[in-house]
């Protein structure tokens, strides 16, 4: 008995082989790879990062060290903390386009609307996997750059100082908060991706490939099949990719800045470039009005992304068939294009830096707790309250005196 007769004995292979082998839609194109790509990316990110975390300690006085370590000693570390930051971006990337292909032949409509909730849901994870781990190096524009998330995130209305209390997992940013970000980044997150990819693909091959809205009714089964047709298209894609990463993780490095410091109240924190959108729109809401741009707005946006399909009742149709959802798209992606440059080229956010040059109030300033004074801070630009302890206020005090 042969291996394969073994098998098929005890295994439906047969039905697998055959499922595989259905025909897709006559009319599809490469953007319909897209998905597999996140995919692909998704276990490429899970490879490095396993590989990364035989090296990586979670605690304030390890991980700078260790992040060092692995970028100048470990045989290959260089190359594989390269492919897993920039396949961290290249993610961002190919499923935001992802999105937009499923929005360009409106792929999302009925019966599709579960396989688009998920998938936002995935979009959200995504970006929960670059905010924990931006974190984990350490380094300086990790710590500023979450103590910016995290004091965004304690805006919510009702739940927000509860969230930023779980996030810190104490009053401050600290070993725990690393310890956290780390458990988020590497077991909870992974867990949840990998779950609602599943669910993703298990609906996405229940319903079927939609094809572009050109496929007549008789044209839905009388493409390719999937398998070896798209299954080959993929492998290609995916090995484009990723040569693209692997000489980009070789010729470019990936920035490690000086280890935090917390008392380094001059630093200027930015966030990784796929929220510099919503970094800048904090600027143009300020005082009471600071809500509406770090929580009013995301959350907004993201309630109609997820449920567009219920929203969005049109005729299935290319998008510029569409005109309501060709503006609301377009709009949407200049505005985020837009922000996403204003933030990267605007000069510092005026944070801490206006309360260790003001001498007249330093600790109410540097806590943000009194009211941001107009004439310290330039117009359009937005003042947090950071909620530093005293110590690291003590720190922004010596700072200052030794600048002076
Ligand atoms: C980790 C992230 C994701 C992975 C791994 C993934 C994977 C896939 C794959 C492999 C497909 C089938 C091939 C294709 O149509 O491209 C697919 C289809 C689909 N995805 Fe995703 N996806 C992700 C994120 C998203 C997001 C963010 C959305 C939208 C918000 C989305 C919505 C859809 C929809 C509606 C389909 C069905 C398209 C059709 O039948 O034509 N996915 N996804």
Redesign the pocket.
């Known amino acids: 008995m042969t291996i394969k007769q073994f098998l098929n004995e005890r295994l439906p292979l047969g039905e697998f082989s055959a499922h595989l082998r259905k025909p897709l839609p006559k009319h599809i194109n490469l953007?319909?790879?897209?998905?597999?790509l996140?995919?692909f990316l998704?276990l490429l990110q899970a490879a490095t990062g396993a590989f990364l975390a035989f090296y990586y300690s979670p605690s304030p006085e390890h991980a700078h060290n260790a992040v060092t370590y692995i970028s100048t000693e470990v045989p290959f570390g260089a190359f594989v903390r390269g492919l897993h930051h920039w396949g961290a971006s290249a993610?961002v990337i190919i499923?935001?386009l992802?999105?937009l292909?499923?929005v360009l032949?409106s792929?999302?409509k009925a019966p599709?609307e579960l396989?688009?909730i998920?998938?936002?849901l995935?979009?959200l994870?995504?970006l929960g996997f670059g905010f924990t781990g931006y974190l984990l190096p350490w380094d300086e524009k990790a710590y500023w750059a979450t103590v910016v998330g995290v004091e965004i995130a304690s805006t919510a209305p009702g739940l927000g100082d509860f969230v930023a209390k779980v996030m810190r997992g104490g009053a401050e940013i600290g070993a725990v908060t690393l310890s956290r970000f780390y458990a988020l980044h590497t077991i909870w997150l992974p867990w949840l991706?990998f779950g609602l990819?599943g669910v993703?693909?298990f609906l996405?091959r229940y319903?079927?490939?939609?094809?572009t809205p050109k496929n007549t009714p008789e044209e839905m089964k009388t493409g390719k099949p999937f398998y070896p047709h798209q299954v080959f298209e993929d492998v290609v894609g995916m090995l484009i990719l990723f040569v693209i990463l692997a000489a980009v993780a070789i010729f470019v490095p990936v920035p490690l800045e000086d280890v935090a410091d917390p008392t380094n109240a001059d630093y200027d924190p930015r966030p990784e470039w796929y929220f510099l959108f919503l970094f800048q729109l904090l600027k143009y809401f300020q005082g009471p009005f600071e809500v509406i741009g770090t929580f009013v707005i995301p959350t907004v946006g993201m309630l109609l992304?997820l449920f567009l399909p219920f929203l969005d009742r049109s005729e299935r149709a290319v998008l510029w068939k569409r005109p309501i959802a060709l503006t609301v798209t377009s709009v949407s992606v200049i505005g985020i294009v837009v922000l996403t440059i204003l933030g990267g080229t605007s000069k510092k956010l005026e944070t801490t830096d206006a309360a260790v040059q003001e001498t007249s109030q330093p600790t109410e300033q540097i806590q943000g707790t009194a009211t941001p004074d107009t004439e310290t801070v330039e117009e359009g630009e937005a003042v947090f309250d950071f909620q530093l302890t005293e110590e690291e206020i003590e720190g922004a005090r010596a700072v200052e005196e030794e600048a002076q």
């Open positions: 953007l319909f790879s897209l998905g597999s996140a995919m998704l993610m499923v935001v992802h999105l292909r499923v032949y792929s999302y599709r396989t688009w998920f998938g936002v995935l979009l994870i995504v991706a990819v993703h693909l996405v319903y079927g490939s939609s094809g992304l």
